[in-house]
């Protein structure tokens, strides 16, 4: 069947049983947007900017085990998503974005809304395409797809030229897709497996340190089996939280720059380390010299080679899915005669929970002004611990990572490697619609939400009842705490003045809006916002303006050296 | 803040590993030269991908040569690097990482001839006419274009071999000099291919 090459888009999108396609006409995607209007099992979600069409496609592939799917214009639609393309790719989401290119003819000529989208998006996507001929679209979408999607996962860009879009075709599309030059190790290596378990078997002082591989893995399962049935510690990342249930005894909470006690303690005083799906990276070990000043053997799961042995040299490397490989390892625990030694354990175990009795994230609230973690608290009892939770980036990230308490994988959507803000609201939506039913909570702060706060009207279109939860410190609280313990107070451009009443801009969208400043009012609140189904809700709490983020960890510092609270200033 | 409970691990057992760790720094960290050798899908763009790999990262490139082979639809690049082991080793794992990169092969590992070509247009009148042609064919290098005042002279072989030539000449003679950056390839069995 010969059709045009936009068509062939549509139909590749179609044959990948895409449902949702986030995006923005313009000029260089006319043709598509004409082939996308004339069907109806592709839906098209209108976003108000393109960052957050690429958030809102990041969002969706989050919390499914699915490809997020994006469509931009060229020059500034493609400018616009490099942000949200980074933020995918810093964090390994399977994504496709789309981009319409000039006519190829004009390419080179400094055209109308022309850029080197190739070019300026090469960095920061696991791969990209411009497609030159009309007859390699099918193909290369195909491609795109199973990049996406396979290995360590990211986002793949294809640029389409105007002219090639109006061109036609015989249209194929392909059934599988062979790359002499791709070929992700899968299976781990057996021996390196075996190793592996004999390292555990003999450990005396164990942690499991679990990242979000494990998460785009699938592999939370797994995990969880193999963590109880050694018996071990388990800390997750802030990209691993839901890999390992939160409510378990045997979860140590989060590690790293703001991590818990326990859970830094141990990592940093274990004598081996199962690392799985995670890279050490500079907000998980702080100083890498400091980390390698106590000695312990590191076995690293990851499907990556170059995140290997890349900051911390490790003992046991194991490159292949976290999945196949903790698999192959809890067969081969199950078939062991040696069980670890429980003696050694036990008081390991004692000492972990001398740790825990420090209690690093107690907090006080009283009649006075409305603590942010409080809030975190009851959003969690509130929603019975069972919501899909999106970020923005801040203190307010940290505090839902601290007190919200996953125990589900893919249920916690953050920007954690790039660390964008505005990334909350639009990430949301793309959860919201791949779980249409289920509670989703955007955990924001007044910075971030004003980054992508025109996308309360793509909510509105859409009928998205997402509940914003906003910690309205007045402050970029993040930066305003650095200033306090590190630049002397002096608060450099980190207070907002003139906001805006957030919950009359909510109403002006035709939201809900809803302002709370009491303790006590919060829990209401929350019970209120959830029962409407129908309905965004935008809860703007007035929080405790010099509340800071603790534990924390200073940039460069061992993982040891914590500040708990104020009182260790 | 300190821990209460420090586990020490056992004194033997951290002797040998401090120590073979402290020989390993000093192994790990000295910067060598390495030359690596890859195969990449001809395709435009993909030249930009591994040059764009070393500036993002920080890596040195000393030269990069590349030309398609015998199956057109591969080209093999030659790069030469220099860093510390634990930097290699991450530059060959990016490397592998590129979707169009086909095969990755540290040529310094092992066995390996080197050779690189250039051409240097030098100064011909009077008494150094006849020497620059003495000079050349002492390096077994050929004259490929003669004019009245000047020669190009072709030369090649390994970095070394070429340094001293130009070091051999009198400098204020060179009018210019264009070097390819070297090609390499393993001896004996090793091969390269897909």
Known sequence: MVITGAEIVIRCLQEEKVDYLFGYPGGAVLYIYDELFKQDSVRHVLVRHEQAAIHAADGYARSTEKVGVALVTSGPGATNAVTGIATAFCDSIPMVVISGQVPSAAIGQDAFQEVDTVGITRPCVKHNFLVRDVREIAETIKKAFYLARTGRPGPVLVDIPKDITAQKCEFVYPQSVSMRSYNPTIKGHQGQIKKALQLLLEAKRPMVYAGGGVVLGDAADKLTTLVRKLGFPCTNTLMGLGGYPATDRQFVGMLGMHGNYEANMGMHYCDVLLAVGARFDDRVIGSPAHFASEPRKIIHIDIDPSSISKRVKVDVPIVGDVGEVLGELLALLEGASEKPDQESLGSWWKQIEEWRRRDCLKFSQDDGLIKPQYVIRKLWEVTGGDAFVTSDVGQHQMWAAQYYKFDKPRRWVNSGGLGTMGFGLPAAMGVQLAHPGSPVACVTGEGSIQMNIQELSTCKQFRLPIKVVLLNNGYLGMVRQWQELFHGNRYSESYMDALPDFSKLAAAYGHVGLRVDKPGDVEGALREAFKQKNDLVFLDFQVDATENVYPMVQGGKGLTDMILSAEDL | ?194
């Open chain 2, 1 to 194: 803040m300190g821990i209460r409970l420090r586990p020490f691990p056992e004194p033997s057992q951290t002797l040998d590993a401090q120590w073979l760790r402290g020989l390993m720094t000093i192994q790990n960290k000295t910067p060598m030269r390495h030359v690596i050798s890859l195969l990449i899908e001809n395709e435009s763009g993909a030249l930009s991908r591994v040059s764009g790999l070393f500036s993002a990262r920080g890596y040195n490139i000393e030269s990069l040569t590349v030309a398609p082979t015998e199956d057109a639809s591969l080209s093999r690049m030659t790069i030469v690097t220099s860093g510390s082991d634990d930097i290699v080793e991450q530059i060959t794992k990016h490397l592998n990482k590129l979707v169009e990169v086909v095969k990755v092969v540290d040529l310094s590992e092992s066995a390996h001839i080197e050779r690189e070509l250039m051409l240097v247009k030098v100064r011909a009148t009077g008494k150094d006419r006849e020497e620059m042609k003495r000079m050349a064919d002492i390096f077994r290098g050929r004259i490929i274009d003669v004019t009245d005042t000047s020669y190009v002279i072709e030369l090649t072989g390994n970095q070394a071999k070429l340094d001293s030539f130009v070091g051999a000449i009198d400098a204020s003679l060179i009018l210019e000099t264009v070097r390819s950056g070297i090609c390499g390839v393993g001896r004996g069995d090793r091969v390269l291919k897909v």
